[in-house]
């Protein structure tokens, strides 16, 4: 059995043979005939999320993982609204997300008709592209309803972004067909960007003419092919290459802490570069972006696989757009690795002087957030999934080496505080190892409906660091100084984490201490459900230590 509608045979059969099956459903009645169409074909996934804002950023975790695209299939109305984060998120993270929403009947738009909205080219500005499938059933729309489907799908795929398809519907919406009909898959043929001769020339050119060249990458999911050429061009003694943990690159020659770096350095002529090469997305580092922006460096390319290069250091020269991997490959067959030149001695110079630093403060850091990070950096099992949650808990992280068999994944693109829960949730769904995510209390608290569905899995562990609030805003100059700190920045939060855990049915741990941390953290890494770690710091002067910790660093 399937639904009756012509139309929505013809889009699950191109989505079978696109090869598309993973589905998060909401709930609701007007997208009755999507659910009658996937749920009875046993090919589809599904997964029913009853928060649609949860269940977006859910599938975004999954298309993570998977690298491919992932459905989402809401009912009308204030639902699509509901999407609306995740779809901004997948956007700048280039995720790429099938957007399925049902709609009311155009003639009853702006009518007075419940949960009716606009819902055409609603998300216009954060999207691939927007289709609107046809409401009425002829030969002319079916073969309407095929093009834009394989063209959506194929948009979606090519360009790794969201794509969003409008279904209106009129009622009656239950009824079902034992017969079905299909469609032609539209194939859509691969094709690589290439970099002419001659503009190898001018590149090369240019690097030679540079004596001291950086290289910077922003969030990259693991690959052993590019970690491997980075490594090698690292060898170049006037080149220096900073990374971050979202970066999942690692090296000998690498500077992985960027920010304790910088404290040393900041303002020094001699570091600063006169080439910078970026790729990647988001840069977390908010010290690098403001050197940069204010002793700028005579060039800086983005190397990126479209035309949206980002002039993050207001410096801009070249844009790149081809893959990481295809331009480094090529370049470090076409340059000479230098072995000559001090420039990136004196980068690892102070790199090595901040470790020793960093490890000296932290023998007798006090119990703080700083402190618990590092407990957190320690015991994590190697070959983990780490998901990081934005405010303080990613910025902890980058002050710290971590092992090198981790994934660090985390969202970037907007850097909100919403989804960060569901996004790992969804990711834990398709991997096979642990999903660890570190999160913050008001971000754990604001998303806590992704433990509201019956899919949790085993693998997933969350740390919550409760600093009673968004303490980042106690950390960067401005909001500390301002007698509305507490109320309207920080805003600290009188739930309880331990009651909403609890609430899900789902694992609860609590530490206080560094003893407690320490006795804690192995039972959430070898729990064999999903569990949740609140590490309380709320009491602690974290903004205080934190400063100090930069002061020894810098010493």
């Not at 609701?28 to 009875?40: I, Q, T």
């Not at 079902?176 to 691969?190: A, C, E, V, W, Y």
């Not at 290439?194 to 690959?223: F, R, V």
């Not at 015991?379 to 092992?403: A, D, M, W």
Request: proline share 4%; glycine share 4%.
């Amino acid at each position: 059995m399937t639904t009756s509608f012509k139309r929505i045979q013809i889009l699950t059969d191109l989505l079978k043979q696109h090869g598309i099956k993973n589905i998060v459903f909401s709930p609701g009645s007007r997208n009755a005939p999507l659910v009658l169409a996937f749920r009875n074909d046993s090919f589809f996934n599904t997964k029913v999320v009853v928060d649609e804002r949860s269940a977006a950023f859910v599938a975004l975790g999954m298309s993570q993982q998977l690298k491919k695209p992932v459905i989402i299939c809401c009912t009308s109305g204030s639902a699509t609204l509901n999407y609306s984060p995740a779809i901004c998120e997948a956007y700048y993270q280039k995720i790429p997300l099938l957007i399925l929403t049902a709609d009311r009947p155009p003639e009853w738009i702006n009518q007075g008709e419940g949960q009716s909205i606009n819902q055409n080219a609603i998300y216009n500005n954060y999207i691939g592209g927007s289709f609107q499938f046809p409401v009425d059933e002829n030969p002319d729309t079916l073969w309407q309803s095929g093009r834009i489907t394989n063209e959506a799908v194929n948009l979606c795929k090519s360009s790794s972004l969201p794509v969003h398809i409008n279904l209106p519907f009129r009622e009656p919406l239950y009824n079902t067909s034992k017969n079905s009909i299909s469609r032609k898959k539209i194939h859509l043929t691969n094709t690589h960007t290439t970099i002419a001769e001659d503009q190898w020339k001018e590149i090369i050119t240019k690097w030679n003419s540079h004596s001291k060249k950086l290289i910077i990458c922003g969030q990259n999911q693991k690959s052993q092919k590019l970690n491997k050429i980075i490594n090698e061009i690292s060898k170049d003694e006037n080149t220096i290459v900073l990374t971050e943990t979202t970066s999942n690159l690692k090296g000998d020659h690498f500077i992985n802490c960027i920010d304790r770096t910088l404290e040393r350095i900041y303002g020094k002529a001699e570091f600063i570069p006169e080439l910078i090469i970026s790729f990647g997305g988001a840069i977390i580092s908010k010290k690098i972006k403001t050197l940069f922006r204010n002793y700028n460096p005579f060039e800086h390319w983005s190397i990126s696989n479209s035309n949206n290069s980002m002039d993050v250091f207001t410096s801009l020269t070249r844009i790149i757009p081809v893959s990481e991997e295809l331009f480094f490959e090529a370049l470090l067959k076409k340059i000479s690795i230098s072995n000559t030149g001090n420039y990136k001695k004196i980068w690892l110079d102070e790199y090595a002087i901040s470790e020793k630093n960093h490890e000296k403060f932290l023998q007798n850091a006090p119990w703080s957030d700083l402190k618990a990070h590092e407990l957190i950096s320690n015991e994590i099992p190697e070959h983990t999934n780490i998901q990081l949650g934005n405010s303080t808990s990613v910025r902890y992280v980058q002050l710290f080496n971590c092992k090198p068999n981790l994934n660090f994944y985390g969202n970037r693109g907007v850097s909100g505080i919403d989804g960060s829960t569901s996004t790992a949730l969804g990711a834990a769904i398709i991997s096979e190892q642990n999903m660890l995510l570190i999160t913050g209390d008001l971000s754990f608290v604001y998303d806590n409906n992704a433990l509201w569905n019956n899919h949790v899995p085993k693998n997933l562990k969350i740390i919550v660091i409760n600093n009673n609030g968004g303490d980042i805003f106690n950390i960067i100059p401005g909001p500390s100084d301002s007698e509305f700190c507490d109320e309207n920045f920080v805003s600290n939060n009188p739930s309880s984490i331990e009651l909403l855990v609890k609430a899900h049915n789902v694992n609860y741990l609590k530490a206080s201490s560094e003893a407690q941390t320490k006795q804690m953290l192995p039972l959430l890494f070898n729990s064999k459900e999903a569990a949740v770690l609140e590490i309380n710091t709320s009491t602690c002067k974290n903004s205080d230590i934190l400063s100090s910790y930069f002061k020894e660093v810098k010493r």
